[in-house]
């Protein structure tokens, strides 16, 4: 399983930006996909995610200014981050809770990362 991100950037405060990250492999079944984000001498944190019912869970410090969207038959995840702070500066890693058909062996259940993505906010 390979998780692609793409979409980060430099911004301006106030800006917006476009996340986007695509699942491939052998993947029988995702249950959820999400965002994560780590600035410089911080933990990692949950930014957003988003089940395969639909629903979604936000950190606090995002609640009403980004949005996870996603498309089941893409096996894509979509972060749109609007009133962008400094704050928001960080990586940005895509995180997959999926089921993998492993052939013989059966299903797996597999926790898979991005190779993480660079945003910066900043005038």
């Known amino acids: 399983v390979q998780l692609v991100e793409s979409g980060g950037g430099l911004v301006q405060p106030g800006g917006s930006l476009r996340l986007s990250c695509a699942a491939s492999?052998?993947?029988?079944?995702?249950?959820?996909m999400g965002w994560y984000r780590q600035a410089p001498g911080k933990q990692r944190e949950l930014v957003a995610s988003?089940?395969?019912?639909?629903?979604?869970n936000y950190g606090d410090s995002v609640k009403g200014r980004f949005t996870i969207s996603g498309d089941n038959a893409k096996n894509t995840v979509y972060l749109q981050m609007n009133s962008l702070k400094p704050d928001d500066t960080a990586v940005y890693y895509c995180?997959?809770?999926?089921?993998?058909?492993?052939?013989?062996?059966?299903?797996?259940?597999?926790?898979?990362w991005g190779q993480g993505t660079q945003v910066t906010v900043s005038s």
């Open positions: 492999g052998s993947i029988f079944s995702i249950n959820t």
């Open positions: 995180n997959a809770d999926i089921i993998e058909f492993r052939g013989a062996s059966g299903y797996s259940s597999v926790d898979s």
């Open positions: 988003i089940n395969s019912g639909g629903t979604t």
